[in-house]
């Protein structure tokens, strides 16, 4: 992708993003159940000024009586892990851990577009930061990033200082390339603790766990993967599943065998969107 494509593709992100704000604000956008009311850090950027005559600046309103400024809203530090989604009939969301990685990931993003499906993708900013293409693709698809730390440690034996720096510099990979910076995180091994829970809430994020664990990650054969999906199946599931970390054909093969037949069973698969208050 050319530079000032990626640029133009950035701006629109952008402006997309405010746009998302607004229609949250309003309620209108679906949400991972939790135990409590949540929300997000609003960013914003410099206005441009224009100068003003004396009769213009006359007609400026007093600091007092001008729009009510909002105020930054704070994502809610959590004790648990959200591990379900809400929404509308029978909605699932399906994720894919430990990228992206150019041999399997492309294949991935493939079999989803020829669904029209978005999915998760929790992604190493070791991984990110070599493959900066393939975020690109995904912001452009519409598949939404979040992070799964840089090198993907036991978040339980670092100290606060390393946990930071691990999601720091993830996030920093993710803006560079997808164009935003990530609203979720997820533990590696799904080990969570206290300090991962607080300082993910500081950056901004939300952390989601997952309800359905193919266990492609023990290399099982591409039938079992199939089986466990469609077997675990259900309004509201999580679906964990890996495109990196080791060999992931069986992951690729069994997503082209267990898409259509959840779509045919009239599941709505989907990704989840942040609800502000």
């Not at 600046?57 to 994502?75: D, I, K, N, S």
């Not at 390393?162 to 996030?171: A, F, G």
């Not at 607080?198 to 990650?217: F, H, I, R």
């Amino acid at each position: 992708m050319k530079k000032d494509q990626l640029l133009t593709r950035r701006r629109l992100l952008i402006a997309g993003t405010g746009a998302v704000g607004a229609a949250a604000a309003a309620g209108v956008l679906t949400a991972v159940t939790g135990d409590g009311p949540d929300g997000s850090v609003q960013a914003s950027g410099p206005q441009a000024r224009r100068s003003l005559g004396a009769s213009a600046y006359r007609l400026q309103p007093l600091t007092g009586y001008g729009p009510p400024q909002a105020a930054p809203r704070r994502t809610l530090v959590r004790r648990a892990p959200l591990l379900r989604v809400s929404g509308r009939g029978r909605t699932m969301v399906l994720t894919f851990d430990d990228g992206p990685d150019p041999r399997y990931t492309p294949d991935i993003l493939d079999t989803l577009a020829e669904y029209d499906v978005r999915a998760m993708f929790f992604v190493c900013g070791e991984m990110a930061a070599d493959n900066k293409e393939l975020l690109a693709r995904m912001a452009d698809e519409g598949h939404v990033v979040g992070n799964h730390t840089w090198s993907h440690p036991l978040l339980t034996r670092l100290t606060r200082r390393q946990i930071r720096s691990q999601m720091e510099r993830t996030s920093d990979v993710i803006e560079d390339a997808y164009g935003e910076r990530p609203e979720w995180f997820r533990a590696p091994y799904g080990a969570w603790n206290r300090a991962a829970f607080q300082l993910g809430a500081e950056l901004g994020m939300e952390p989601l766990g997952w309800t359905l664990d193919t266990l492609d990650w023990t290399s099982p054969s591409t039938r079992s993967i199939v089986r466990r999906v469609e077997n675990g199946a259900a309004p509201g599931v999580v679906v964990l599943a890996h495109d990196a970390g080791g060999d992931r054909s069986q992951s690729v093969r069994a997503l082209r065998r267990y898409l259509p037949e959840l779509l045919d069973s009239g599941y709505h698969v989907t990704v989840p969107r942040r609800q502000y208050a």
